[in-house]
């Protein structure tokens, strides 16, 4: 067990190694006489705990305590006070200390304790500020999921939708994927998709703001093409930095079903789930929000579509996971796994498309991106209306 003392007066330091010595514990005691040589040594080195005189040649009290604070890398500190200092001692506590010992009232198995005790104290604190920082994550991550992975705003029965999401790396935030499906009250529906270059709290928390004024404008009865437009301004607004950008698909269903507008800036293409198998459709689209100095534009792709198409959009997290050591799984080798399973229920494939990147990349550093799915399809009900 290391302990560093920081003491300039050679007598007491002396009878605290010879205290260390006596003492049953395994001790390695490092002696420096000054605030300015502990933290030369504090750069390189981390002790288990710090034993600190509050009264050194640069450095007084508490303002002692709060240098050796910040060098200490988290090592738990112990002061040491005169016999006329115990005032002085429990204010270093309450600013931080682990405790205090009084010189000339501390033998071998005192300080033998107040090491063991300030080691065990320290650790807790830390154990419960992991534990905090732990909890407030999963709060914020609750609260971002709530705006990236919205309950799709539908008003009939006519549509259904199975969406689902992986964050990238275990037990870490969500990223910057969203979705969205909104029907309006004409029967048609909306479809978006999108990513934000980046991954954590920002790209989140700006994910979510795309997300929230898309369906805002939507619902607003706002053209899609004029609605990108908008949403590109709100990007180049609330990106914390200027190279954040943002890939997105918008698809619009008419309210007879029988075609879909696709709008696409940047975004990877989309599987079509037809009554003859899984397509991959990649209409010719624009650039990306935010990646340009001038507004971008893009070209709305028009196609025709029947109650038995399903519309299946996803970010690239999907398709660009390692399966070897410079190897990716790819569209085409997604496209060709999502064809054994073009029988299977909307939630089925989902699931499998999902589990089939996961356990490719298992191997390989798992997931390293988020994947989004959403997919939307005619139920039965709305067949022929």
Known sequence: MSILLIEDDPGDALLVEEMAFDS???????????????????????????LLDLHLPDAQGLDALASVQRSANGAPVVVMTGLAEDRTGLAAVAAGAQDYLVKGRVDADLLARS?????????????AAALQASEQRSRENARLERGLLPVPLLRSDRVEVVSRYRAGREHGLLGGDFYDVVEASDGTVHILIGDICGHGPDEAALGVSLRIAWRTLVVGGVPTESAMRILEE?????????????????????????????????????????????????????????????????????LSV????????????????????????????LLDYARTRGDASADDFVDALIAHAESLALDYGGLTDDIAVVHVQ????????
């Not at 049953?24 to 288990?48: C, G, I, M, N």
């Not at 090491?115 to 154990?127: D, G, L, Q």
Request: glycine share 8%; charged share 30%.
């Open 24 to 50: 049953t514990s395994d001790f390695e005691l490092v002696w420096t006489k000054s605030l300015s040589q502990a933290q030369a040594l504090l750069e390189t080195d981390r002790p288990d705990c710090i």
């Open 115 to 127: 090491v063991r005790y300030a080691i065990e104290r320290k650790r807790a604190e830390n154990n």
């Open 234 to 302: 709100i990007l180049i607004a609330e990106r914390p930095r200027r190279h954040i950008f943002a890939t997105m698909t918008c698809v619009v269903l008419s309210p007879d079903r029988s075609t879909m507008r696709v709008i696409r800036a940047g975004h990877p293409g989309m599987m079509l789930r037809t009554g003859t198998g899984v397509q991959w459709l990649e209409v010719p689209g624009g650039p990306a929000l935010g990646l340009r100095r001038e507004p971008g534009q893009w070209p709305v792709q028009e």
């Open 306 to 333: 029947d109650d038995h198409t399903s519309i299946v959009l996803f970010t690239d997290g999907l398709f660009e996971s390692r399966i070897g050591p410079t190897e990716r799984l790819g569209e085409d080798r």
């Open 378 to 385: 005619m139920t039965k009900e709305g067949f022929g209306r």
